[in-house]
């Protein structure tokens, strides 16, 4: 079965210091992975799909067969980036989309 | 922007009660799921649904739940009859395909 770990249950850093948040998975085939991100008082939002090979709000992250690895970094982390970040998997079977959730890190940064 | 609305925002129900948990996906979607998360523990997801019938379900979606499209816009999650173990906040979200799924604001269920 498909598993998703973030190692890291809270982040602490200042601002414009980097900031990496790890994603390790664990699944046979070939995976979809996604970060979500959920601000305070708001719903779950996706922040990146490694499909898009795309840079959002700063953030990017590379996925790594290798090191079954998925992690989300940012140079330079800003005030505004204080949330909630699941990283996600959906397994490549056609008729499967349901999403596999890592626990989740809460990201504080500091002035 | 579209939105997956939910309804109600918050909800508490005595143990034993029946529950129906609303969503309104996007409009143009053709796949629906429920996803839970227990105070604390990570997000699980529950079922998913498509072309009225359910098309993926996990262990934890048992005979006390189902779910439903009954008007060919609401999509909801009804619990038969609640446990304490069933407060959690239960998030709906939708998809066309295998593109992105779009997360309501979720429904807080208490159970008393």
């Known amino acids: 079965a498909q598993r998703v770990t973030q190692p890291e249950k809270l982040l602490s850093v200042f601002k414009g210091a980097p900031v990496e948040l790890k994603c390790n998975y664990s699944y046979s085939g070939s995976p979809e992975l996604f970060w979500y991100v959920q601000y305070s008082r708001q719903r779950l939002q996706l922040l990146l799909r490694?499909?898009s090979r795309e840079s959002i709000k700063g953030f990017t992250a590379d996925l790594n067969k290798g090191e079954t690895s998925f992690h989300l970094k940012k140079p330079f982390a800003q005030e505004e980036d204080s949330a909630m970040y699941y990283c996600?998997?959906?397994?490549?079977?056609?008729?499967?989309?349901?999403?596999?959730f890592g626990a989740g890190t809460t990201v504080t940064v500091r002035a | 922007e579209p939105e997956v609305t939910q309804t109600p925002s918050h909800q508490v129900t005595q143990m034993g009660q029946e529950v129906i948990l609303r969503c309104v996906p996007i409009s143009n979607h053709l796949y629906f799921y429920w996803y839970r998360q227990i105070l604390g523990q990570k997000v699980e997801f529950l079922v998913s649904?498509?072309?009225?019938?359910?098309?993926?379900k996990s262990e934890i979606f048992d005979d006390q739940f189902s779910v439903e499209r009954p008007d060919g816009s609401n999509f909801t999650l009804k619990i038969r009859s609640t446990k304490l173990e069933d407060s959690a906040m239960y998030f709906c979200?939708?998809?066309?395909?295998?593109?992105?799924?779009?997360f309501g604001a979720g429904t807080r269920l208490s159970v008393l």
């Open positions: 490694h499909i």
């Open positions: 996600a998997l959906r397994m490549e079977r056609s008729n499967d989309y349901k999403l596999s």
């Open positions: 979200a939708s998809s066309s395909g295998e593109n992105i799924q779009y």
């Open positions: 649904f498509y072309n009225n019938e359910i098309s993926e």
